[in-house]
């Protein structure tokens, strides 16, 4: 491979790890051709991406920012990014190797930070994060709401005690 060749390939790497803030180091396990296409269409049709690296180049596109991944970037790689939603991506990789046990999550990096082997059970573990802002939002809003039903329960009652007094003088 042509020297202008590598650097280009290294430029690439680097902004796709500055872009996406969550990455997954994957080894793909001398994985069929038919299966890393299914794979690919499965992480484009849930808004990630997968690319298939050379760890040297791909140590280069790291540099000095993640020296804890140094020992993982061995055999046959590859890198599965997102901008979004780290935990759903891992969720995905982890469901997609449980089918076919053709994958093996070595390491990543989530928001920016370096993820071991052994935390990437835990990152399945947790809920998405649209459905953790759903509960942030409902554990927010869930005193107002009963303080609103406390203000109103006097008035309900107030309001059945004068129909109850309505139909006995009608009685």
């Not at 935990?87 to 469901?95: E, N, P, R, S, W």
């Not at 999550?105 to 947790?126: R, T």
């Amino acid at each position: 491979m042509k020297k202008e060749t590598k650097h280009k390939i290294v430029k690439e790497l680097e902004e796709s790890l500055q872009q996406n803030h969550t990455w997954y180091l994957v080894d793909y396990k001398q994985m069929p051709v038919w299966k890393m296409v299914e794979l690919r269409k499965l992480l484009k049709r849930n808004n990630f991406r997968l690319k298939v690296i050379k760890n040297r180049l791909a140590l280069k596109a790291i540099g000095q920012r993640f020296p804890e991944l140094k020992p993982y970037f061995q055999k046959n790689n590859a890198l599965a990014f997102t901008d979004s939603d780290p935990i759903a991506l891992a969720k995905l990789l982890q469901d997609f190797s449980d089918r076919g046990k053709v994958l093996e999550i070595k390491a990543g990096v989530v928001e920016g930070h370096y993820l071991a082997p052994e935390m990437f059970s835990e990152i399945i573990k947790l809920n998405s994060k649209m459905d953790l802002i759903g509960r942030i939002g409902y554990l927010m809003s869930y005193p107002l709401s009963q303080f609103l039903r406390t203000l109103q329960t006097p008035l309900v009652n107030m309001g059945r005690l004068l129909s109850v007094l309505k139909d006995k003088r009608e009685s």
